[in-house]
T-cell receptor, first 113, second 113 residues
């Protein structure tokens, strides 16, 4: 079955450490996205990529980095520069543009202590 | 940037009641989408609307694409406990920004058995 996989589901890190969240899709989608979700704040776009080896900043890119070396993979690194990294992170993909909707992964809950 | 105003922010209802929620925007969208997010999971697409005035049903769910292209409504009839979750509206435009959906902040639905 095709889908989008985020791993791990729960992640704990000490303050000051970088951490990388995995996102893999086998839907042959061109575009991939990372969102951050905090209670009552909805979905906030961190980064998105329309094509391999290209990506753009979203609304809250500071303290985050991404790469898109393969069509199937779009890992997100939460760096030590991110001041409040504890959140629920969602990865999504789409065939072409948003008109067809996004397929979301099941999320990674990151807790930094 | 574009913003979607989704209301209400939260609803607490009794099982069997009908539910209505809506999204409005100051900008025109060509596509309206409705998602549901179960606790601790990623959002799942419920209904997609592509034409002004369109009314589409998916089981007990009915959604409408507003005539002005600036709003959309979602109705849930005869609610059941598994309807609990966060409901998001999303809009898409055509053109260069089409890769990014604009999301509302969500409606948190609680159903009391």
């Amino acid at each position: 079955d095709g889908g989008i996989t985020q791993s791990p589901k729960y992640l704990f890190r000490k303050e000051g450490q970088n951490v990388t969240l995995s996102c893999e899709q086998n839907l042959n989608h061109d575009a991939m996205y990372w969102y951050r979700q905090d209670p009552g704040q909805g979905l906030r776009l961190i980064y998105y990529s329309q094509i391999v080896n290209d990506f753009q900043k979203g609304d809250i890119a500071e303290g985050y980095s991404v790469s898109r070396e393969k069509k199937e993979s779009f890992p997100l690194t939460v760096t030590s520069a991110q001041k409040n990294p504890t959140a629920f992170y969602l990865c999504a993909s789409s065939m072409g543009g948003g008109n067809y909707g996004y397929t979301f992964g099941s999320g990674t809950r990151l807790t930094v202590v | 940037g574009q913003q979607l105003n989704q209301s209400p922010q939260s609803m607490f209802i009794q099982e069997g009641e009908d539910v209505s929620m809506n999204c409005t925007s100051s900008s025109i969208f060509n596509t309206w989408l409705w998602y549901k997010q179960d606790p601790g999971e990623g959002p799942v697409l419920l209904i997609a609307l592509y034409k002004a005035g369109e009314l589409t049903s998916n089981g007990r769910l009915t959604a409408q694409f507003g005539i002005t292209r600036k709003d959309s409504f979602l109705n849930i009839s005869a609610s059941i406990p598994s309807d609990v979750g966060i409901y998001f509206c999303a809009g898409a435009t055509s053109g260069g920004s089409n890769y990014k959906l604009t999301f509302g902040k969500g409606t948190l639905l609680t159903v009391n058995p």
